[in-house]
């Protein structure tokens, strides 16, 4: 399919539904601080992180070949799953 002059391929819906969820998470952290009137981070950006760079990293691996791409998302994906495990299991037992 062609719109607007752009193929549109399977890969490419996912890797703008992963752009969309990546982008999207900035967001709901603006959304977050705005209604605790200081700066939050929510385990949703965390979710949104993750999944916006999984799907990222399926296009980058599957979809393009790209290794370049699939580096980029590699190490904001171990990042976001690192801070929802610190959000879960935080250090102070809190």
Known sequence: MEILGVTITAW???????????AGRWFVQVHASSRSG????????????ITGSLL??????????????????????????YNL?????PRDGK
């Not at 200081?38 to 992180?49: A, E, G, K, Q």
């Not at 691996?61 to 290794?67: E, I, L, V, W």
């Not at 998302?73 to 990042?79: A, K, Q, R, V």
Request: aromatic share 22%; charged share 5%; proline share 6%.
């Open 12 to 22: 490419k819906l996912v890797g703008y539904l992963g752009v969309g969820l990546f």
């Open 38 to 49: 200081r700066p939050t981070v929510t385990p949703v950006f965390w979710y949104m992180s």
């Open 56 to 81: 990222l990293l399926l296009y980058f691996t599957f979809g393009k070949n790209d290794s370049v791409g699939i580096l980029s998302n590699l190490f904001p994906f171990t990042i976001a799953v």
């Open 85 to 89: 495990w610190l959000h879960a299991y």
